[in-house]
Nanobody
Framework: QVLVVESGGGLVQAGDSLRLSCVVS????????MAWFRQAPGKERQFVAA????????FYGGSVKDRFTISRDNAKNTVYLQMNGLKPEDTAVYSC???????????????WGRGTQVTVSS
């Protein structure tokens, strides 16, 4: 059983930075990809970024590229999402997910955390 737990959300002002963490336990080598998705009220879940445990390849959604950075610490089984230059439109529940490949399709990810709320005030 793979367990995914996010942390680090909160209330910040526009322009601030925030770092989210995602700790994974029970992971097998077949689940090589970790991704962050976000969902704002009344909107579809949106791909934010993905990374592979094996070689650290990264992938980003267009709306966050150049502002957000995904990274991982294999020794700690932890994936991070560094968010800089936050905007009110970044307000959402951010969820971490484990999958076999780093796709941007949420249906490709099997194990999900409960999410952490990020609220950006203007």
């Amino acid at each position: 059983q793979v367990l995914v737990v996010e942390s680090g959300g909160g209330l910040v002002q526009a322009g601030d930075s925030l770092r989210l963490s995602c700790v994974v336990s029970g992971r097998t080598f077949s689940y090589d990809a970790m991704a962050w998705f976000r969902q704002a009220p009344g909107k579809e879940r949106q791909f934010v970024a993905a990374i592979t445990w094996s070689d650290g390849r990264t992938f980003y959604g267009g709306s966050v590229k150049d502002r957000f950075t995904i990274s991982r610490d294999n020794a700690k089984n932890t994936v991070y999402l560094q968010m800089n230059g936050l905007k009110p439109e970044d307000t959402a529940v951010y969820s971490c997910a484990a999958g076999r490949r780093p796709y941007n399709d949420r249906n490709e990810y099997r194990y999900w955390g409960r999410g952490t709320q990020v609220t950006v005030s203007s």
